[in-house]
T-cell receptor
Framework: DAGVTQSPTHLIKTRGQQVTLRCSPK?????VSWYQQALGQGPQFIFQ???????QRGNFPDRFSGHQFPNYSSELNVNALLLGDSALYLC????????????????FGPGTRLLVL | AQSVTQPDIHITVSEGASLELRCNYS??????LFWYVQSPGQGLQLLLK??????LVQGIKGFEAEFKRSQSSFNLRKPSVHWSDAAEYFC???????????FGAGTRLAVHP
């Protein structure tokens, strides 16, 4: 089992551009969450996808959007990039139907490090 | 609003010494609490979690944490630190119907030989 995989590992973009980050969940997991981790800070929840729908969203602008595919993989899209979007973007997957919610059994990927110049 | 505070940004200990990392939370109901570790260039690895029951929780790599409701704390401990424990440690509380985590800002641990 490969665990949660993310691509690319690193990315450099310029202000105003758009970026797409990808995540493949751990085998058997159908729920995908995205987090943004700025340098020197803890991760912040962006949104969660389940059954190809956005189930929950954190305090992020509409420039951040996502998608989940029938095979449960997910994409995070960020439009009109700002310097402040530079961060490590983490994907986490979990199985559904747990009494303790998605966080009870959640695995994180290694992240995609985005640098906006 | 729910929040997590890790008062110590950096901690340095000698190899073999004991360790305690502090975590305070703000949450209205029964909290689900977590400790994660992040090594450089890597994602987050779960050390342990508390949902209910025994307030002393055992985790991987010899770590344990104690939930103290009266102090709103969930401190992480290890009796003898190894050089490989040098990393960043994050405390988190579950929120949003237990579907998202709210993290603290982290504590960076350095281990001296």
């Amino acid at each position: 089992d490969a665990g949660v995989t993310q691509s690319p590992t690193h990315l450099i973009k310029t202000r105003g551009q758009q970026v797409t980050l990808r995540c493949s969940p751990k085998s058997g997991h159908d729920t995908v969450s995205w987090y943004q981790q700025a340098l020197g800070q803890g991760p912040q929840f962006i949104f969660q996808y389940y059954e190809e729908e956005e189930r929950q969203r954190g305090n992020f602008p509409d420039r951040f959007s996502g998608h989940q595919f029938p095979n449960y993989s997910s994409e995070l899209n960020v439009n009109a990039l700002l310097l402040g979007d530079s961060a490590l973007y983490l994907c986490a997957s979990s199985p559904s139907g747990l009494a303790g919610g998605s966080v009870e059994t959640q695995y994180f990927g290694p992240g995609t490090r985005l640098l906006v110049l | 609003a729910q929040s997590v505070t890790q008062p110590d940004i950096h901690i340095t200990v000698s190899e073999g010494a004991s360790l305690e990392l502090r975590c305070n939370y703000s949450y209205g109901a029964t909290p689900y609490l977590f400790w994660y570790v992040q090594s450089p260039g890597q994602g987050l690895q779960l050390l342990l979690k508390y949902f209910s029951g025994d307030t002393l929780v055992q985790g991987i790599k010899g770590f344990e944490a104690e939930f103290k409701r009266s102090q709103s704390s969930f401190n992480l401990r290890k009796p003898s630190v190894h050089w490989s424990d040098a990393a960043e440690y994050f405390c988190a509380v579950a929120s949003g119907g237990y579907n998202k985590l709210i993290f603290g800002a982290g504590t960076r641990l350095a281990v001296h030989p």
